[in-house]
């Protein structure tokens, strides 16, 4: 069955930098654009940052565009999340999730990792 | 930016029918779906371009999309259906979500 778990979360002061990994299997990882979307606690959800199946196309959240790269190493089947420059704003919990493009033609979200917290704190 | 708006709140009686509105600028010109979240657990998609069930959702769970508003609708409406549901768009390459909606089934 398809699964995703998110790792790399912990405390961080502001400025600093910090490396989300998800770990992907059970489904053909390297043919799926691929998400992160995140929680801020007792809040709702905000997309964050998208890349292609082949890595080349990357788009970015404006409120993280310039702080955040996301990545993806297919032959580990791992989505990454570099983040940099934090700010106490970043604090949430931190999803992968799956882009459905490819199996229904559209960019619903059909599979979530269970969330990495991410808290940026001094 | 594109925003899509959700009421904070529905309240709704067992076995009744519970209406999510998600309203946005010309709504109806994109595909919506819908993700119910519960307490400490991650989002599950519910519905997809507009009106499609993903396997194993339950056929109470409908939605619709017309003008600039989509619409969860939630037939016969069960405590197992309490949570916050979302709504999502994809607007111009950018991915957006309604600010949820909290369901209590009273």
């Known amino acids: 069955q398809v699964q995703l778990v998110e790792s790399g979360g912990g405390v961080v002061q502001p400025g600093r930098s910090l490396r989300l990994s998800c770990a992907a299997s059970?489904?053909?990882?390297?043919?799926?654009?691929m998400h992160w979307v995140r929680q801020s606690p007792g809040k709702g959800l905000e997309w964050v940052a998208v890349i292609s199946y082949h890595g080349t196309d990357k788009y970015y959240a404006d409120s993280v565009k310039g702080r955040f790269t996301i990545s993806r190493d297919n032959s580990k089947n791992t989505l990454y999340l570099q983040m940099n420059t934090l700010k106490p704003e970043d604090t949430a919990l931190y999803y992968c999730?799956?882009?459905?493009?490819?199996?229904?033609?559209?960019?619903?979200?059909?599979?979530w990792g269970q969330g990495t917290l991410v808290t940026v704190s001094s | 930016s594109y925003e899509l708006t959700q009421p904070p709140s529905v309240s709704v009686s067992p076995g009744q029918t519970a209406n999510i509105a998600c309203s946005g600028h010309e709504l109806g010109n994109k595909y919506v779906c819908w993700y119910q979240q519960k307490p400490g657990q991650s989002p599950v998609l519910v519905i997809y371009q507009d009106n499609k069930r993903p396997s194993g959702i339950p056929e109470r769970l409908s939605g619709s999309n017309s003008g600039n508003t989509a619409t969860l609708t939630i037939s016969g409406t069960q405590s197992m259906d309490e949570g916050d549901y979302y709504c999502q768009a994809w607007v111009s390459g950018v991915w957006v979500f309604g600010g949820g909606t909290k369901l209590t089934v009273l």
């Open positions: 059970g489904f053909s990882f390297s043919t799926h654009t």
């Open positions: 999730a799956r882009d459905a493009l490819v199996i229904t033609g559209h960019h619903e979200f059909d599979y």
